[in-house]
C-alpha cells in the first residue's frame, strides 16, 4: 500500500514538472513574439511570468533570461540587464546569445560581461561547426561522428562531443580526432534502445571555448533503434503492447484502491484484483 501510494504520488509530481515546462514554453513563446513586435514592456512580463513559474525548468529559465536581459538593453535598464545575463550564464557559461536583430550592442553587453565571469569563454562569431551525424543507429553498433569547422580553422585545437541519454543527468565526453578544420570521433555502442542528446565544444590552444555545435539546453538527437532480430528472435516480452496494456490496468486499480483507503479506511474494500505480479524477462 505505501510502496503504491508513493507511486502515485511519484507520478503526480512528474506530471506537475511537466504541465510547468510546457506553460512555461508557451510564456516564452509570447515573451519572443513580443519582443519581435517590438513590445519590450510585454516580453519582460511575460519572461519574468515564466520564471516566476516552479519547476519551469533550466532550458525555459535560460531562454528566459536571455529576451529579459536583451529586453533590458533596449529599455535602458542595464542594471537589470546585467542580473538577467547574469543568471544566464549561470546556467550555462557559454550559452550564445540569438538575438532576432543581432545587435552590436547586446552581443557586446553579453560579452563583456561574460569575460568577467568565465575565465575559459572566448566566444568568436565567425566561427561555427557542423556536426555529421546519421538519421539513426542500432543497438550494439557505435556511431560515427564529423565535425567540420565554419571560418577560421586555424583557430581551432580542440573538438569534445558530448553524449548522453534522454534519461540521464551526466554528459560523458568523447574527444575527436583531427586537424584542419575537421575532427572524427566514434560514439560506443549502446546496448538499449532510446534517443541521444548531444552537442559539440572547441576550444582554442589556450583552452577556451571558441564555439559550439548545438548546446547543453539545445541538443541535437540520435535515434537508437532495437537491433534488427533474425526470423527464429521473438520480439521482447517487455516490448509486447498487450503487456503493458495489462500493466497499466493494474495500476489504475492501485492508484483507485489507495484513494479509497486514503479518503476512508473504514470503508475501504478488498478490491476486485487478486494478488499477483508481473515479472518481465
Same mark, same amino acid.
Given at each position: ?24 514554453? %508557451?510564456?516564452? #513563446?509570447?515573451?519572443?513574439? /513580443?519582443?519581435? &513586435? @517590438?513590445?519590450? =514592456?510585454?516580453? $519582460? ?75 575559459? %569563454?572566448?566566444? #568568436?562569431?565567425?566561427?561555427? /561547426?557542423?556536426? &555529421? @551525424?546519421?538519421? =539513426?543507429?542500432? $543497438? ?142
Amino acid at each position: 500500500m505505501v510502496r503504491s501510494l508513493a507511486l502515485v504520488l511519484a507520478m503526480a509530481s512528474l506530471g506537475a514538472a511537466q504541465n510547468a515546462r510546457v506553460e512555461g514554453a %508557451a510564456l516564452v #513563446d509570447e515573451g519572443r513574439r /513580443l519582443y519581435r &513586435e @517590438l513590445d519590450f =514592456a510585454g516580453c $519582460v512580463d511575460a519572461m519574468n511570468r515564466a520564471l516566476d513559474l516552479p519547476g519551469a525548468g533550466d532550458a525555459v529559465r535560460l531562454e528566459a533570461y536571455e529576451y529579459l536581459g536583451s529586453a533590458y538593453v533596449v529599455l535602458d535598464r542595464e542594471p537589470d540587464a546585467e542580473e538577467a545575463f547574469r543568471a544566464m550564464i549561470d546556467i550555462d557559461p557559454y550559452h550564445i546569445v540569438r538575438e532576432p536583430s543581432g545587435s552590436p550592442k547586446i552581443e557586446e553587453f553579453v560579452e563583456t560581461l561574460r569575460r568577467q565571469l568565465v575565465s575559459d %569563454a572566448a566566444l #568568436d562569431r565567425s566561427l561555427s /561547426l557542423s556536426t &555529421e @551525424l546519421p538519421r =539513426a543507429s542500432r $543497438v550494439g553498433l557505435s556511431t560515427n561522428v564529423r565535425v567540420d569547422v565554419d571560418g577560421p580553422a586555424e583557430r581551432v585545437s580542440m573538438v569534445t562531443l558530448y553524449v548522453r541519454a534522454d534519461d540521464e543527468t551526466e554528459w560523458h565526453a568523447v574527444v575527436l580526432r583531427g586537424a584542419g578544420g575537421s575532427f572524427e570521433g566514434t560514439i560506443p555502442a549502446r546496448r538499449v534502445a532510446g534517443e541521444l542528446e548531444l552537442y559539440v565544444e572547441a576550444r582554442d590552444a589556450a583552452g577556451r571555448v571558441v564555439t559550439r555545435g548545438a548546446e547543453p539546453f539545445r541538443p541535437l538527437t540520435l535515434r537508437i533503434r532495437e537491433r534488427e532480430r533474425g526470423p527464429s528472435e521473438e520480439e521482447p516480452l517487455r516490448r509486447k503492447w498487450w503487456l503493458w496494456t495489462i500493466v497499466g490496468v493494474v495500476l489504475v486499480g492501485l492508484a483507485v484502491g489507495v484513494g479509497v483507503a486514503v479518503s476512508d479506511p473504514e470503508r475501504a474494500g478488498a478490491g476486485t484484483l487478486p494478488p499477483g505480479r508481473v515479472e518481465l524477462p
